[in-house]
């Protein structure tokens, strides 16, 4: 559909551009053509005005058969008979146009464009101290000049198609990089929903079914209900993550903000991290966590932390330190978390930001989780008008980086 999209625009924005091309250089090619026939109509003018005044001071009318010059020039009466003329204009024979000797008697000059024995003739008829006077000018030079820039407005079509082309083809990427992005968004989505949302339904209802198979005690049934209830709560905890990677391209997120004390949001996340802790003999030590108050909403400030903590604890070696370290400035909080990991040796940063990416060691880790913890994270903290950092340190170390404004 994307594609089938892309090849439609691309074709109408060729076809746009290729007939504003086309309509720019015909409009050029009618403006050179104006602009040579006023010019030398101007030129004619001028040196016919001149030369005719010239004449008149040198000599009488009755002699101008005797004199030579380029243009051809006649005197006439009113009624368009010819007076006399130059000695190189007796080949101009074309007929009077009487409409426009009538105007030049009337209000000043009057030209038109004729061909006369197979050539064109620019021709100024014009009232000169009392005389009518019709000037001609070949313009076998201007259809030159008509017919090479028509012939590179010929030979430019194909440059301007393939111009053209590439230009759209580029508009069409560049307009459709979004849209693209969103669908391919949204097809990875629909496919790691279906397959996160199939692994707790499944077990959830394995569980079901094995508690109608037969006839069970109390004690069993109990113990098949907390199974169920432990399902439908990572059922609508996902389903909860699910929503904020589905706001995340689009939006910022409504915010309910309030002053929150950073050791009430941290502190009540390590007693429910303490179980796990203990499992994987890990000590965390906090470095300056009083003391600092954050304008934040807290609901999301903490979810975003408990993501960072959880994966800190989930992917430390064992045995190993969690280091949790505040610092400020007066434009900036800083909130950083450094873990040892021997998994993340090599890993591309920018790839744990991406929804359902949980690292190219994870199979080797054995680690659970959706991949969803960091962008999740990462989506809070922007909104915020923070930052998330992730770093991979010498010695197997792992920071993750909380940057926030200090007045927001």
């Not at 629909?190 to 004690?219: C, D, I, M, Q």
């Not at 922007?382 to 950092?389: F, K, M, N, R, Y």
Request: proline share 3%; hydrophobic share 45%.
């Amino acid at each position: 559909m994307i594609k089938a999209t892309k090849i439609r625009l691309t074709a109408l924005f060729t076809l746009g551009i290729l007939a504003f091309s086309v309509l720019l250089l015909s409009v050029s090619y009618f403006y050179l053509h104006q602009s040579i026939v006023q010019e030398i109509r101007k030129d004619l003018w001028d040196s016919g005005l001149r030369e005719f005044r010239e004449i008149l001071e040198v000599t009488a009318i009755r002699d101008f058969p005797s004199v030579d010059e380029d243009e051809v020039f006649q005197v006439l009466l009113p009624d368009g008979q010819l007076v006399t003329q130059t000695k190189n204009s007796f080949y101009f024979t074309a007929p009077v146009n009487h409409s426009l000797l009538s105007q030049a008697n009337e209000n000043g000059d009057s030209w038109e464009i004729i061909t006369f024995e197979n050539q064109r003739h620019l021709v100024i008829y014009a009232q000169i101290d009392h005389y009518l006077v019709r000037f001609a000018h070949p313009i076998h030079q201007l259809e030159n000049y008509e017919n090479h820039f028509l012939v590179l407005v010929l030979l430019s079509v194909p440059g301007i198609l393939l111009l053209s082309y590439l230009t759209s083809r580029l508009l069409v990427q560049l307009a459709m990089k979004p849209i693209t992005e969103a669908f391919r968004f949204q097809e990875n989505f629909s496919s790691n929903v279906t397959h996160e949302l199939l692994t707790p339904l499944t077990s959830l209802k394995g569980n079901l079914e094995v508690s109608l198979r037969k006839p069970r005690s109390a004690e069993e049934y109990r113990d098949f209900v907390a199974l169920g209830l432990n399902e439908t709560n990572r059922i609508i905890l996902l389903l909860q993550d699910l929503y904020l990677l589905a706001s995340s391209n689009f939006k910022s997120l409504d915010l309910l903000k309030s002053q929150v004390e950073l050791s009430a949001i941290i502190e009540p996340i390590l007693a429910d991290l303490a179980p796990r802790l203990a499992a994987k003999s890990l000590c965390v030590e906090a470095i300056n966590l009083n003391g600092h108050s954050l304008r934040c909403d807290g609901v999301l400030m903490g979810r975003a932390l408990t993501n960072l903590l959880d994966n800190a604890v989930k992917y430390s070696i064992e045995g190993s330190k969690i280091f949790v370290s505040a610092s400020k400035s007066s434009s900036q909080f800083i909130l950083e978390i450094v873990n040892q990991s021997d998994h993340l040796e090599g890993e591309d940063t920018k790839k744990l930001f991406l929804p359902f990416y949980r690292g190219k060691n994870s199979e080797a880790m054995r680690a659970t989780g959706k991949g969803l913890g960091l962008n999740i994270a990462n989506y809070i903290l922007l909104s915020h008008g923070g930052s998330l950092g992730l770093e991979v340190n010498a010695n197997n170390g792992f920071t993750a980086r909380v940057t926030l404004p200090q007045k927001s």
